[in-house]
């Protein structure tokens, strides 16, 4: 079973750029999330989709973060425009529709200076 | 709010010995736990989980603890390998919300030879 995809692993913009990160979760998985994590600190849910319907987006900074999951697959996350306290990891992660085989990807790794 | 604490940001600790790895949580809704491991440059990946109607979970060398009434759980690494060198990271899933993780800080563990 091949697992989450996710691209591009690293990326550096300047501050007030846009960037987009895109995900390809495992197979039949129903629910994507979308996490950012800042260094220190734990993996903090921005967003779930379900299928390609918005489950929460209670933590997303909708002023400048967008997510869509278009055809119930893969999905984008966009930041636009970037600030510096937004460099972190941003893990994307599926699961079944009632949990099972949660899994996440390797991340994608932004640096805004 | 940090909801879910891992108050040792690392740990130490020599090959065969045990290793342990604690986690409380302030959310009473919580009802299901989970902990996972993280590689450098790599996403967490699942390693064991608790429901809370259990106080002892096993796997192998991994066994997870939980204390409903302290609001805590560890998790004990028997006997500790090199190879368990990495983050660890304790999480937890409200009732009802099926899927949504809420992380711990994470707890950095280096098994020395």
């Known amino acids: 079973e091949a697992g989450v995809a996710q691209s591009p692993r690293y990326k550096i913009i300047e501050k007030r750029q846009s960037v987009a990160f895109w995900c390809n979760p495992i197979?039949?998985?129903?629910?994507l999330y979308w996490y950012q994590q800042i260094l220190g600190q734990g993996p903090k849910l921005l967003i779930q989709f379900q299928n390609n319907g918005v489950v929460d987006d209670s933590q997303l900074p909708k002023d400048r973060f967008s997510a869509e999951r278009l055809k119930g697959v893969d999905s984008t996350l966009k930041i636009q425009p970037a600030k510096l306290e937004d460099s972190a990891v941003y893990l994307c992660a599926s699961s079944h529709r009632d949990f099972t085989g949660y899994t996440f990807g390797s991340g994608t790794r932004l640096t805004v200076v | 709010d940090q909801q879910v604490k891992q108050n040792s940001p690392s740990l130490s600790v020599q090959e065969g010995r045990i290793s342990i790895l604690n986690c409380d949580y302030t959310?009473?809704?919580?009802?299901?736990f989970l902990w996972y491991k993280k590689y450098p440059a790599e996403g967490p990946t699942f390693l064991i989980s608790?429901?809370?109607?259990?106080d002892k979970n096993e796997d192998g060398r991994f066994t997870v603890f939980l204390n409903k009434s302290a609001k805590h759980l560890s998790l004990h690494i028997v006997p500790s390998q090199p190879g368990d060198s990495a983050v660890y990271f304790c999480?937890?899933?409200?009732?009802?919300?099926?899927?949504?993780?809420?992380f711990g800080t994470g707890t950095r563990l280096q098994v020395t030879l």
């Open positions: 197979s039949g998985h129903a629910t």
């Open positions: 999480a937890a899933i409200p009732t009802g919300t099926a899927s949504k993780l809420t």
């Open positions: 959310n009473s809704m919580f009802d299901y």
């Open positions: 608790i429901s809370s109607i259990k």
